[in-house]
Nanobody
Framework: QVQLVESGGGLVQAGGSLRLSCAASGRTFSNYAMGWFRQAPGKEREFVVFISRSGASTYWADSVKGRFTISRDTAKNTADLQMNSLKPEDTAVYYC?????????????????WGQGTQVTVSS
């Protein structure tokens, strides 16, 4: 079955960095675009980034643009999110997901498989 597993979350001070990894299985990784989302307590799930199947195109939320980068490795079936200059408002559970071919890239409803999430906490 299709599985996505996030890792790399943790506690970091403001200004620090974390690298999240999303490991995929059960689906031909290179055939699907992917996204990262996050959800803070009491808030809706929020779009972070979309990366195309080839990795050549990315779309970012304004709140993280210039601080986060994304890469995907077809050989390893992974999509990594490098987060720099972290702020307390970045605190959330971070999720990766497979994009299901159509729909707005920033809409969680356009993604069909999700990981269980990894907690990122940024202290001030």
């Amino acid at each position: 079955q299709v599985q996505l597993v996030e890792s790399g979350g943790g506690l970091v001070q403001a200004g620090g960095s974390l690298r999240l990894s999303c490991a995929a299985s059960g689906r031909t990784f290179s055939n699907y675009a992917m996204g990262w989302f996050r959800q803070a307590p009491g808030k809706e799930r929020e779009f972070v980034v979309f990366i195309s199947r080839s990795g050549a195109s990315t779309y970012w939320a304004d709140s993280v643009k210039g601080r986060f980068t994304i890469s995907r490795d077809t050989a390893k079936n992974t999509a990594d999110l490098q987060m720099n200059s972290l702020k307390p408002e970045d605190t959330a559970v971070y999720y990766c997901a497979f994009y299901h071919y159509s729909g707005a890239y920033f809409d969680p409803g356009s993604y069909d498989y999700w990981g269980q999430g990894t907690q990122v906490t940024v202290s001030s």
